[in-house]
């Protein structure tokens, strides 16, 4: 008579409950993921060089509030969905798609001045000050190219007589 058993049926009661026993596999990690029980952000401040590496929301806040932060990040999960929106819409398009995104909060809708980018980063600072991880609302990013204090103050130096220049030289 052959055995056709498999192996797992040949184990005997004393493997069976060793194997029982055993730690089970610990559940995969996602190590780019904040470490807060949860939280749905990425990693990307590292708490004084540790190594860890906690979402712009968690790293604000005390350890005793990362449960209430866990909580506000996913019931404004909706404010996250408009910034990927905006952020994945074309040169041509996301101010379409944040005025109707933000047809209901008009100064939430983009500054005529503000860039792609510098609008993304306002949703993100917006989306801190409304789960609790910045103190101030932030108002429209403007680029600084067209604040008056950046403006050239002089005219650039004229030749200086019987200088050369370095090109000349070479």
């Known amino acids: ?22 730690a089970p596999p610990a559940p995969e990690v996602d190590p780019t993921r904040c470490p807060a029980y949860g939280c749905p952000l990425r990693g990307s401040v ?6 860890r590496f906690l979402c712009h929301c968690h790293a604000q806040v005390d350890m005793a509030r990362w449960q209430e932060m866990t909580h ?7 404010m996250l969905a408009i910034t990927r929106q905006v ?10 798609a944040a005025a109707l995104a933000w047809s209901i909060e008009p100064d939430m809708a983009p500054d005529p001045q503000e860039t792609q980018a510098l609008y993304v ?13 910045r103190r101030e609302k932030p108002g429209p990013m403007l680029p600084q190219r067209n604040w008056p204090a950046f403006a050239p ?4 130096a004229g030749p200086v007589a019987g200088a050369t220049s370095i090109g000349s030289l070479v």
Not at 87 to 92: E, I, P, T
């Open 1 to 22: 008579m052959t055995d056709t058993a498999t192996p797992e049926a040949r184990r005997t009661a004393r493997q069976l409950a060793a194997a029982a026993r055993e």
């Open 46 to 51: 590292d708490q004084g060089g540790t190594g």
């Open 72 to 78: 506000l990040i996913r019931a404004h999960d909706w």
């Open 87 to 96: 952020k994945a819409a074309g040169s041509s398009e996301w101010r379409r």
């Open 121 to 133: 980063a306002r949703l993100v600072q917006d989306f801190e000050f409304r789960v609790g991880a």
């Open 153 to 156: 103050q002089q005219q650039p």
